[in-house]
């Protein structure tokens, strides 16, 4: 491991053990599951670890959990961190710095994270699904106004239409567009429906899942401990990554962040006040 991963590997070894003590289900997500199966820890040229709980184990642990972490982690998610642009948390290490490009102008925390998201159900009903996706489109493009605009996943004729919100005042704090979209989409419960989806990680159909992809969960090994991924792991990274098992080429082999300072041994707060 480098010193990078080093650091959210501690932290996901705190996570670990307060949902053992909440007594909370988690699982390992997106790239932190293809690691897990193939390489037994960290993809080499990956630096982040993904979790998710379900809606309501991640209600409980954004409720309980900063009581269990120690002093130097912080439970960012848009009600602790006011200008944090995203409907899921992220537990910082406030020693480090890990300043990505599109949220550098940002005042929130900046330091190496575990990423955690919720996992939420969705409707049965075509209508609602239509429904559900075009609202969460709005969403998205409010949300947008956050980022600087190179950073946003929209076409240019939308970045527009931010950059022309922004020069208006538009955009300057996230809080209530993130809060709505929190209501949105946490009103379908994983409980009550057959397919589960992780809206927080932006890929449209590849985060929507039969619920048996996730099942209970099995036990696997990474980076030397035990760790739960989804049951059916196979089709689970099927669907995200397709062939998973052939090696990627050289010129793919990132991360996919755009990093403007990462550090692993100085506060992002020694950097922020250089600027």
């Keep these: 491991m480098n010193d ?20 909370l289900k988690y699982y390992l997500a997106c790239g932190s599951v293809l690691g897990t199966v193939k390489y037994h820890g960290f993809i080499p040229w990956d630096d982040d670890i993904d979790v ?25 998610n848009y009600k602790t961190d006011p200008a944090f642009p995203s409907i899921t ?19 929130i925390n ?9 996992i939420d159900g969705y409707p049965k009903d075509i209508k609602a699904q239509k429904e559900l996706e075009k609202r969460k489109m709005a969403f998205e493009r ?6 600087s605009t190179k950073y946003n996943p929209f076409s240019i004729r939308t970045n527009l239409v931010i950059l022309k ?3 208006f005042g538009k955009g300057k704090s996230s809080f209530e567009n993130i809060r709505e979209y929190e209501k949105l989409v946490s009103k379908y419960s994983p409980f009550d429906s057959e397919v589960w989806c992780n809206h927080g990680n932006w890929q449209g159909k590849l985060e929507y899942a039969d619920k048996s992809q996730y099942g209970e969960g099995v036990s696997a090994i990474f ?14 990274l099927t669907q995200k990554y397709g062939d998973w098992r052939a090696d990627l080429p050289l010129n793919k082999r990132n991360s996919g962040h755009d990093i ?9 707060l020694e950097y922020i006040r250089k600027t």
């Design 223 to 236: 980076e030397g401990i035990e760790v739960r991924i989804p049951e059916d792991y196979d089709a689970y």
């Design 260 to 268: 403007l300072i990462m550090d692993a041994s100085k506060s992002y």
């Design 142 to 147: 409010v949300r947008a106004l956050s980022y």
């Design 89 to 107: 948390s992220k537990i910082r290490d406030c020693r480090t710095t890990w300043i990505e490009k599109g949220v550098a102008h940002l005042d």
């Design 165 to 167: 919100k922004k020069l």
């Design 4 to 23: 990078y991963q080093k650091v959210s590997f501690e932290i996901l070894k705190v996570f670990i053990d307060i949902c053992e003590k909440l007594n």
């Design 110 to 118: 900046h330091g190496i994270y575990l990423d955690v998201f919720p």
């Design 52 to 76: 998710c709980l379900l809606r309501p184990d991640y209600e409980i642990f954004v409720r309980e959990a900063p009581q269990y972490l120690p002093p130097y982690l912080f439970l960012q």
